[in-house]
């Protein structure tokens, strides 16, 4: 499993900082007959699994996401094909090219997050912390950046 540099200062609040978020690396069960990938909650995931989604049928040159979360940490994974996921949080910028099941990008709280460059048929999981709650999202950048500045580092 890959390694959650910062982890326990960015869940206490201390310090959030861009490289906490990091590829896990799933299980794999190789077969000819086709490829097994397995999550399961407090084993693979610094969260508590409470929710699952995912975007399929996204049209060429389509964006999603485009907000923040206060405290929900997700985990996002290309189930089929590929796309780049941009994350900022608020200081520091990276993007991130998912294109394999067995990958998967954590996301922890207050980044903002765009994702892009859906390939034709590509389907994105997303495994969440929280049910949907319109409240901790942050839709507005500029009071993103605000916030998310405000915090020690
Ligand atoms: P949003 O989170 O903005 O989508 P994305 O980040 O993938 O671009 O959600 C789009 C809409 O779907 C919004 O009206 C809220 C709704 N929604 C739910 O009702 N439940 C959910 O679990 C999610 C993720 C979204």
Known sequence: MARFIGRNKAESGANIVIDDCQIIDLP?????????????????LPFEIK?????????????????????????????????????DDGRAQ?????NRGYNGLYVCSMIWREITN???GA???VIASNHYDESDYYRDYAGFVTDAQRVAR
Not at 31 to 36: E, I, K, S, V
Not at 53 to 76: C, F, N, S, T, W
């Open 28 to 44: 794999r069960i190789t077969d000819p007959r086709g490829n097994l990938t397995f999550i399961e909650g407090g084993r693979h």
């Open 51 to 87: 929710r699952v989604y995912y975007l399929y049928d996204v049209p060429g040159g389509a964006e999603r996401g485009g907000h923040a979360h206060k405290d929900l940490k997700q985990l996002i994974v290309a189930l089929s094909g590929s796309f780049d996921v941009r994350l």
């Open 94 to 98: 990276k993007t991130v090219h998912l």
């Open 118 to 120: 859906f390939s034709s």
């Open 123 to 125: 389907v994105c999981l």
